[in-house]
């Protein structure tokens, strides 16, 4: 199959850095100085998707390149660059030809630009059949679209075991140790706060959005609605409201889920203790599936059970236990056995230093980055890019319980 083409109408000084970042994330770069070029590549060509135009050093241009994007049957969608105060002055008295048009204010980085151009690209790979956005039949390198994060979903039945400390700072090991592209969406509609932990306030949600939509609005996919967090984590709530579930259908929750793959590396998913269809929905959708246990034997009988559950579901082989607040005096080996799984990582007890790193906004991986929690959660990080190799020293490392007894490796 093709290569999903963009084509790039930009000034020079602008059109390298765009070309090499759009090569280096899969896309054909196709570079174009007039319409005539323009209306010739289009002719020969039927996997272009989007087309970057420059929409101030030369409007009567940019106007040729749109009339060619939109003669005929052609109906593809326009990325306009244009500065801030130009922006104000077209949204303010031109109307879009074309709802997938869209603009991008300079100053911009090339690969912000990138990632507009990946949302847009998933976009047309979109249609409603009025009860929701799906994929459409066909179309260019489908498969390769549709699919390209991993979704890891952080679950186990139980509270209070740390779900939301591991999807936050395995995102942030990802983002911030491992270079990756993370979107980190909290499921959590009850008890949710891992914006809030974030220090990010006022966010819009994933219900914000499609209420938005029904009301006239476009449609959005979660990289469009999501909140960038200073560590670079892009952060989304599924919902801010848990008492108006009903605008939230589990099926076109997990279809977001889909559709945001292409834009990222990983989609780390904080879920509520519950088996509600929601969390059904994303089971069925995640590639892996983090089930943090704590050294008691709540949280052990809860994982026990949604080992039993996930088999039901078909999902048993995609989980993987990870032991938070491993230092404290429980054979690992113990754990494994009761579970019957073995850890993928220990994390250690971090005490207080989740507290400061959260009063303050921010991970331990970004507040306390030489302490050894945050190794442990790198390490986790390298057992989620690679899990079927052997664990790293710091993850197979013996603990010292509170009582000295040292704690038995991990084992892959």
């Known amino acids: 199959m093709s290569r999903q083409a963009v084509v790039i109408a930009l000034p020079p000084e602008e059109m390298a850095p765009v070309s090499t970042e759009l090569r280096e994330a899969g896309f054909e770069a196709l570079g174009v100085h007039n319409a005539d070029e323009l209306e010739s590549l289009l002719s020969s060509r039927r996997n272009v998707a989007v087309a970057v135009l420059d929409g101030e050093g030369d409007f009567d241009t940019s106007l040729e390149y749109y009339s060619v994007l ?11 660059v244009v500065s801030p105060r130009t922006l ?3 949204t303010a008295n031109v109307t879009r030809t074309s709802i997938n048009d869209e603009y991008f204010t300079r100053p911009y980085s090339a690969e912000s630009l990138r990632w507009r151009v990946e949302a847009m690209c998933i976009r ?15 179309g260019p390198d489908l498969g390769d679209w549709s699919r390209r994060a991993s979704v890891i979903a952080v679950f186990n039945p139980k509270g209070g075991v740390g779900k939301t400390t591991v999807a936050t700072n395995l995102a942030a090991a990802l983002q911030l140790r491992k270079d ?20 990010l306030e006022q966010v819009r949600t994933l219900a914000d959005s499609w ?4 009301e006239g609005g476009d449609a959005e996919t979660l990289f469009d609605i999501a909140a960038a967090h200073p560590s670079g984590i892009r952060v989304v709530d599924v919902t801010s409201d848990p008492l108006h579930m009903d605008d939230l259908d589990p099926e076109r929750v997990a279809q977001a889920i889909n559709l945001s793959r292409r834009a990222f590396d990983y989609i780390i998913i904080d879920l509520h203790p519950s088996y509600g269809p929601l969390n059904q929905a994303i089971f069925r959708e995640a590639d892996q599936i983090i089930v943090p246990v704590t050294p008691d034997v709540p949280a052990l009988r809860a994982a026990l059970q949604f080992r039993d ?21 429980v054979s690992v080996t ?23 790193a959260a009063n303050e906004g921010r991970t331990v991986i970004e507040r306390f980055p030489k302490e050894k929690i945050s190794e442990d959660f790198e390490a986790l990080a390298n057992r989620v890019m690679a899990p079927n190799a052997p664990a790293s020293a710091a993850a197979t490392a013996p603990m010292r319980g509170l009582f000295g007894r040292a704690k038995e490796p991990v084992r892959a």
């Open 211 to 214: 209420r938005d939509e029904a």
């Open 180 to 199: 990756q592209r993370v979107l980190l969406i909290d499921a959590d509609t009850v008890t949710g706060h891992v914006s809030s932990s974030l220090g």
């Open 334 to 356: 113990d754990m494994e056995r009761t579970v019957g799984m073995p850890a993928l990582a220990l994390i250690r007890s971090g005490g207080l230093l989740f507290v400061r």
């Open 70 to 80: 939109h003669d005929g049957d052609r109906s593809i969608p326009a990325l306009m």
């Open 309 to 329: 559950v996930a088999a039901e579901m078909g999902v048993r082989e995609r989980m993987a236990m990870v032991i938070n607040r491993a230092n404290s005096g």
């Open 88 to 90: 104000d002055r077209l």
């Open 124 to 138: 047309s790979q979109t249609v409603d059949d009025g009860s929701g956005v799906i994929l459409k039949n066909g």
